[in-house]
């Protein structure tokens, strides 16, 4: 079977990077994906596949029946934009001011509809249902909640998924055991001070340079408090506060994120947080509020659909381009909250040119992608979804 799929990813790989070069051009923000997800849903029509739109708001939903085997395989692929402006000279740049994929989301969308087009074309069906999920709003972390609500997960055995990965070159595949991205929580905090004039400063209660004695305070505690071997970013990305350069601010706003990878870490940090910002307030005489807000967990891979997809990459594109990534990223992917209703696994697809001195980084204006990625990609995806079906029902 794998030279079957071989055989077709090599027929149309044309196609996708027809796909993938309007996919970039047109791109768009999370949560107003409507032309994406017309454009894939037409694309999976023609392909055979029962398809809904208006799933998660602005998602895609296809299904390729199958056999007399009761599970569901999910396959996952995020199709949203960024609000950054594109500095790569390419005949398809994008052609919305301000925004392009420059998360490869472009990519992750083509894969997707690649393996649906692969899928459709085997000569046999396959044993059980394989359903396509195509998710708005991956970049704001709520596109996969709005697909779950909407039950895209219902019956789901298994679910698959892949990133993009510019430090791993193209067509090759890093696979992670365990951890993969981190989990992701906002973070607000408000202090509240008492204004003054900007030179009796022992009259007032200086919430500015309170306000930076908290965000020094964390930094610092963070090193000297929590075990190192639980790694912990606490991120503070925007201050607001002040009225004016004479007068004492009483009121500061710090937004952040805050990022980590164990479970017991993570359910510990607000009321860590908080005992912090509560012993510096009062050691100045401040008030202060704060707001945290949970978000998307760690993605944690099943060991057998790991091992799976690995085992089918080596064999697709050769043990050399396999990779064991041996650390996460503590960057977050909401793909973990399709993991909190069935087990799945995330590989990164090696999307960097290996004839460059740079490849820039994910969320870069110059981000770039070597398009050879993409017959990977499908590959990999494609050859996986096949062999899923020869793993014991463990329901």
């Not at 994929?101 to 059980?128: F, W």
């Not at 998710?135 to 704001?140: G, I, M, V």
Request: hydrophobic residues 40%; aromatic residues 6%.
């Amino acid at each position: 079977m794998l030279s079957q799929i071989k055989s077709v990813v090599e027929a149309i790989s044309p196609r996708l990077v027809e796909i993938r070069r309007h996919i970039h051009s047109h791109p768009e923000l999370s949560g107003q994906e409507y032309k994406t997800a017309a454009y894939v849903a037409g694309v999976l029509s023609s392909c055979g596949l029962r398809v809904q739109e208006l799933v998660g708001k602005t998602g895609v939903v296809a299904e390729l029946p199958g056999g007399e085997d009761s599970r569901i395989l999910a396959i996952r692929a995020d199709m949203d934009g960024l609000p950054i402006a594109e500095r790569v000279d390419l005949p398809f740049a994008s052609t919305q001011s301000g925004i392009m994929h420059a998360c490869g989301h472009d990519v992750h969308t083509t894969v997707g509809l690649g393996v649906a087009m692969v899928l459709a074309q085997l000569n046999l069906p396959l044993p059980g249902t394989t359903r396509f999920l195509f998710q708005p709003a991956e970049e704001t972390a709520q596109g996969a909640r709005w697909m779950i609500e909407d039950g895209v997960m219902e019956g789901v055995s298994a679910v698959l998924g892949l990133h993009v990965y510019p430090s791993v070159p193209a067509r090759a595949v890093g696979i992670r055991y365990g951890a993969l991205t981190a989990a992701a929580d906002d973070l607000e905090i408000v202090i509240v001070g008492e204004s003054g004039h900007g030179g009796r400063p022992h009259e007032a209660i200086d919430a500015i340079w309170i306000a930076s004695q908290v965000v020094t305070t964390l930094q610092q505690a963070i090193s000297r408090t929590q075990n190192p071997l639980h790694p912990i970013v606490l991120t503070i990305g925007q201050i607001q506060g002040g009225r004016a350069p004479n007068v004492i601010a009483d009121t500061v706003r710090l937004l952040g994120t805050v990022r980590s990878l164990h479970p017991e870490t993570r359910n510990h940090l607000p009321q860590w947080i908080e005992s912090v910002v509560a012993g510096v307030c009062q050691a100045y005489g401040a008030k202060y509020e704060i707001h945290y807000r949970r978000g998307v967990p760690s993605v944690l891979n099943d060991p057998t659909l790991t091992e799976l997809t690995a085992r089918c990459a080596s064999e697709a594109l050769g043990n050399e381009y396999l990779q064991i990534i041996h650390e996460p990223s503590l960057g977050a992917e909401d793909f973990s909250l399709y993991l909190e209703h069935a087990p799945g696994t995330m590989f990164r697809l090696g999307v960097g040119f290996t004839d460059r001195a740079i490849n820039y980084p994910l969320h870069h204006p110059k981000f770039e992608v070597d398009e050879s990625a993409i017959v990977a990609g499908v590959l990999t995806m494609a050859y996986t979804s096949y062999r899923y079906w020869q793993l014991p029902d463990v329901s």
